[in-house]
């Protein structure tokens, strides 16, 4: 931290905040033994080295032009801007020996935060607090998308936290829950005092939802099996085309948490199975949510004879009320807590469906926030009124592609402060890494 501090220009809080932040992806690199800094868990991604660099990087390039700040280093700037999004394209190319040493990259990273903090401590102060929810949210995300790499990590190249134990409590009974027809207010409206919102959260949007059932409980892993079983990964006819073509490329025949502990076909119904847990392996756990990509929940509601739920769908069965208002949150309008569900980095793994009863919504509706992401139908695109940040105008618009879906709700490794009832994440339907469940709707 810097020592020419002076009274807090910038609101206290999100300064803290900031700290906390820090000391939040901090602690996921200390996970790594030095070994671990140039693999690439992930084909499709950088490796690990880069979002060390990255995230420092990222906050230089937002806050250093504002503060009129100088460059000391151009070249790293450059290298650790931008990460890749894996639409499309071919596999990275690069060689561990292409990037700087680890010692290299922590010396970068302290000399942006003393550079930074002298201003946002100082008298040189930021106009706003806009790029700072920015830069806090943004690490915070990354927070989240470090440990998808990590979970794709050997166990033997990360330390591990806390004791790996099996989970073997049944799958709760999935029921539909019928959610009368009524308004989904998406989205927030523009220049409420205090809060913070990304540009894809803008302007408020209202939308006429008939009357449907949703799943009580996201699909589990248990409910999965049947489809696995039932040879879903075997007929064409439950998947969409690209998402056949896909699932044929990469020889899918399970979720991508999953592994068979025998060569036994995955339709045995005598197959044993195990799940890949961030530390290690477990019996797969019948309760939890199923990870997926977008392409194998399709395939499953399909099967099933039902649909994904749309974003104005999922939003209604989360939030809406017999009365026809909304909460801010599925339980009601108090801030998120450990009780309502399993979010904001308690736990490395899921939990049962069922294990956060106080998070219900109005309508009973089931472990909406915490636990997993949920798939929706709704292909990620810009409410009426959406305008880019000037600052960072690719941030949603280089999504509003067409290839990308909307997920709703959040995962273990999800802040809280994303939880808010506006945040909308996405992701392309062939990436099968993310934290990322679904459940089903009847119209
Ligand atoms: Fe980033």
């Not at 809080?13 to 901090?26: C, F, G």
């Not at 992930?42 to 390039?61: Q, V």
């Not at 998947?239 to 073509?245: C, F, M, N, R, S």
């Not at 948490?257 to 005598?270: E, H």
Request: glycine content about 8%; aromatic content about 14%; charged content about 20%.
């Amino acid at each position: 931290m810097a020592t020419s501090r002076m009274a807090p220009q910038l609101h206290p809080v999100l300064l803290s905040r900031m700290e906390e932040a820090r000391a939040r992806t901090d602690a996921l690199f200390e996970l790594l033994p030095p070994n671990a800094f140039y693999e690439r868990p992930i084909h499709e991604r950088h490796r690990l080295i880069f979002y060390l660099g990255h995230l420092e990087a990222f906050d230089w390039n937002l806050l250093s032009g504002p503060l009129e700040l100088s460059s000391h280093h151009a070249e790293l700037d450059k290298l650790f801007a931008f990460g890749i999004d894996p639409v499309g394209g071919g596999l990275p190319t690069d060689a561990p020996g292409d990037w700087p040493s680890i010692a290299g990259v922590e010396k970068y990273k302290q000399q942006v935060r003393e550079r930074l903090d002298e201003c946002l401590y100082g008298p040189r102060a930021l106009a706003g607090e806009t790029l700072l929810h920015v830069a806090i949210e943004h690490r915070l995300m990354h927070a989240e998308t470090i440990a998808y790499l990590l979970h794709n990590l050997p166990a033997t190249k990360k330390i591990p936290q806390g004791v790996l134990s099996a989970d073997l409590c049944p799958s709760p009974e999935q029921r539909q829950v019928v959610i009368p027809a009524g308004i989904a207010a998406l989205g927030q409206r523009r220049n409420v005092p205090e809060s913070f919102g990304w540009d894809n959260e803008f302007d408020e949007t209202h939308i006429d939802v008939p009357d449907f059932s949703i799943g009580m409980f996201p699909v589990t892993n248990a409910e999965f099996l049947k489809f696995v079983h039932a040879g879903g990964y075997v007929n064409a006819f439950y998947w969409k085309p690209g998402d056949w073509e896909w699932r044929q490329r990469a020889q899918l025949e399970h979720p991508h948490f999953w592994s068979r502990r025998s060569n036994t076909p995955a339709t045995d119904p005598d197959t044993q199975w195990d799940y890949r847990a961030m530390f290690g392996v477990i019996p797969l756990p019948p309760s939890w949510p199923v990870y997926v990509s977008h392409a194998e929940a399709s395939a499953f509601a399909r099967w099933a004879g039902k649909k994904l739920p749309s974003e104005a769908q999922w939003h209604r069965a989360a939030y809406g009320t017999a009365e026809g208002t909304e909460r801010q949150y599925p339980w009601g309008n108090s801030a998120p807590e450990a009780t309502h569900g399993n979010f904001h980095y308690t736990r490395w793994d899921a939990t049962a469906v069922d294990s956060h009863p106080a998070g219900a919504s109005a309508f009973g509706v089931m472990d909406l926030l915490g636990n997993a992401w949920e798939w929706t139908s709704t292909l990620f695109a810009p409410f009426p009124g959406f305008e880019p940040f000037p600052f960072y105008r690719g941030y949603s618009a280089d999504f509003f592609d067409g290839k990308h879906f909307v997920m709703k709700g959040g995962s273990p490794r999800t802040d809280a402060c994303m939880l808010r009832r506006s945040f909308r994440n996405w992701f392309q339907p062939h990436y099968p890494y993310v934290y990322a469940t679904f459940r089903c709707v009847e119209e």
